[in-house]
Structures are given as structure tokens and as C-alpha cells.
């Protein structure tokens, strides 16, 4: 079984596991929700704790749902398909190309500067172009510089979109 197959089930089980309690006045907490599902696992060949993410996400839209901030969450399948995997597990810092997704093993990804900091958990999203890794890193705030303490004023006008203190006339953006 695919790990997205196994993921859509698990999320379907659990939007409709909520709904059917809810209307019998039972809800769940966070640990008596894994519980649920507890030891599956190596039953769906999912790691337990990205099953507990999708576990987390289905009670999250509910909650949502619950509070008016959004609809009611749909059930996924081959038209609606599930669009991003969470990983709740810390991720170990990426080598040369290659970075280590539990329950997926190492995967290729095009090296680019990471801002110095722990790497937290992480989200396959899917996009039109493909899947993507969205990484949530525990990084230090950084300040940003200060550039100047002169003082500059902005006239809108017609012919230029702005004219600035400093003589600087900003075009019109070429609309298509």
C-alpha cells in the first residue's frame, strides 16, 4: 500500500470517525484520538507518527468546522485527492542533495541555503508542478537593518504613478 493511499483512508476514517461521534456527543482529545489508530502502523506500513499528523489535521479541520471558521471537511479520494502529507518528526539536517524524510528514506532535493537553526517537521505538498517539501525550521529572529533616518514624501499622480522627495519619478506597471 502507497503511503498516500494509506494516508486518504486514514483521513476518511477519521473526518467521518469525528462526525459520527460528535453527533452522539462524544469528542475526543489529542492522545485519546491516536489511541484510536494506536499500534496500525505496521498494519498500514505508515510511520505511526505521520499517521498521528494526518490524525492531528483531520481534528483540526473539524475544530474549524466546529467553530464556524470553515466548511465541513470533505472526504478525499481519486477526485479529490489528498494534497500534502505532514511529518511531525524532527528531520536531520540535509547532506549535499540528499535529505532523510522518515517513513520515506532519503530523497533528492535541489540544494539551496537553509537559515541556520533546527529543523523542526516538514509537509509534502502537492502543486501543479509537483510535490514539494515545505521544511518548518526553529530558527532565531534576525533584525532587520536600519537603512536611514532621513524622511522622503510620495505624490500619486496621474502621469507617473509616483513622484517622490528626491525627484524619483516611478512609471505606470505596463498592463497587459
Not at 2 to 11: A, C, K, N, R, S
Not at 129 to 149: M, N, T, V
Amino acid at each position: 500500500m502507497t503511503l498516500g493511499f494509506g494516508l486518504t483512508g486514514v483521513w476518511n476514517w477519521a473526518i467521518q470517525k469525528i462526525e459520527h461521534d460528535a453527533k452522539d456527543g462524544v469528542f475526543y482529545t489529542q492522545k485519546a484520538f491516536h489511541n484510536l489508530l494506536a499500534h496500525h502502523s505496521t498494519k498500514l506500513a505508515i510511520p505511526s507518527h505521520t499517521l498521528q499528523g494526518m490524525l492531528d489535521t483531520a481534528s483540526l479541520a473539524w475544530a474549524r468546522c466546529f467553530k464556524k471558521l470553515a466548511k465541513r471537511p470533505r472526504l478525499k479520494g481519486q477526485r479529490n485527492t489528498l494534497i500534502s502529507i505532514p511529518f511531525p518528526d524532527p528531520f536531520k539536517t540535509p547532506d549535499k542533495t540528499r535529505l532523510h524524510i522518515p517513513g520515506l528514506g532519503h530523497v533528492r532535493f535541489h540544494a539551496q541555503p537553509l537559515p541556520a537553526g533546527r529543523l523542526t517537521s516538514g509537509r509534502l505538498v502537492k502543486r501543479a508542478s509537483g510535490w514539494y517539501l515545505c521544511l518548518f525550521i526553529d530558527a532565531p529572529p534576525q533584525d532587520i537593518p536600519h537603512e536611514g533616518d532621513g524622511q522622503i514624501g510620495i505624490d500619486p499622480g496621474f502621469l507617473h504613478l509616483l513622484t517622490l522627495s528626491s525627484g524619483a519619478k516611478i512609471p505606470h506597471p505596463k498592463e497587459l
